[in-house]
């Protein structure tokens, strides 16, 4: 399992929410290229940045934010209001090591299977979508975690899986930015459904100890965030472990 540290974006900022609230933010002193260079300066080499003002709609950030991330040579997961095939063409054209696809893919049904069509014959491109999930009581959430959709959380994972898609990334919205713990119960419910799926966890993790925890089932990565910011896992650590994890990303 690897260890993916993560940038949130709002307005410009590098911040952190708790539960997706807007509203409980946490801004930290640190610009977003200055982060980036952080995290590559300590032998990282794969980030996951999340443009919130993106989730909501509004493209502000994108401009200044595509400049700084052409800039580094680490791979990128990225995400954050993709809307368009046409989005996630030029984003993984540009050079973007994966792209986030949330919302469209869940309110609009063509979606999904228009990008599986567009992808067919490019089977990296297919394997560098990641399908976002975001749950909170296992009800999925979308547009910034502001909506709920009425598809049921295995009923959607088995609709992507039908079309392709097989690496999701998970957050269960309880967990995000409280350091209380990662949704251990919830990604062995869906590993017990889907044992095939490539599954990048998220939310919650506040130290090495739910790491280790996390470990001991067949999840790809995790996304680490704020317990990076608050100082409960050094970029060293985080270093030292991927190291002996690189065949599982």
Same mark, same amino acid.
């Given at each position: ?10 307005? &410009?900022?590098? %911040? ?15 610009? #977003?290229?200055?982060?980036? +260079? ?8 794969? *980030? ?31 995400? &954050? &209001?993709?809307?368009? #095939? ?10 973007? !090591?994966? %792209?986030?696809? /949330? ?19 490019? !089977?990296?491109?297919?394997?560098? *979508? ?18 709920? $959709?009425? *598809? ?7 609709? @992507? ?8 990334? @998970? ?5 995000? /930015?409280?350091? /209380?713990?990662?949704?251990? +119960? ?6 017990? !459904?889907?044992?095939? #799926? ?14 280790? +925890?996390? =470990? ?10 704020? =317990? ?7 970029? +060293? ?7 002996? =994890?690189?065949? $599982? #990303?």
């Amino acid at each position: 399992m690897y260890i993916i540290p993560a940038i949130d974006i709002l307005d &410009g900022k590098v %911040v952190r929410l708790r539960e997706g609230d807007y509203n409980q933010k946490t801004e930290y002193d640190v610009s #977003i290229a200055e982060m980036i +260079e952080k995290y590559r300066s300590n032998g990282t080499d794969f *980030i996951h940045i999340i443009d919130l003002n993106g989730a909501k709609g509004d493209f502000s950030n994108q401009k200044s934010l595509f400049e700084i991330i052409k800039k580094t040579e680490m791979k990128v997961q990225y995400g &954050g &209001g993709i809307r368009t #095939i046409e989005q996630v063409t030029n984003l993984l054209d540009a050079g973007i !090591h994966r %792209v986030i696809v /949330g919302t469209q893919a869940i309110t609009n049904p063509d979606f999904l299977p228009q990008l599986s069509e567009a992808f067919a014959k490019k !089977h990296d491109y297919a394997n560098r *979508i990641v399908i976002a999930i975001d749950v909170l009581d296992e009800v999925i959430k979308y547009s910034g975690w502001m909506e709920s $959709s009425p *598809i049921k959380l295995m009923d959607y994972v088995d609709k @992507c899986l039908s079309l392709g898609f097989f690496r999701f990334l @998970c957050t269960d919205i309880s967990k995000d /930015g409280k350091l /209380g713990g990662a949704a251990v +119960e919830l990604y062995k419910k869906l590993l017990e !459904h889907s044992p095939m #799926i490539k599954l990048i966890a998220s939310g919650g993790v506040s130290s090495m100890d739910d790491i280790y +925890e996390l =470990a001991k089932y067949p999840i790809r990565s995790v996304v680490v965030g704020k =317990a990076i910011y608050e100082d409960r896992i050094t970029i +060293e650590e985080i270093k030292e472990w991927n190291l002996k =994890a690189l065949s $599982s #990303i």
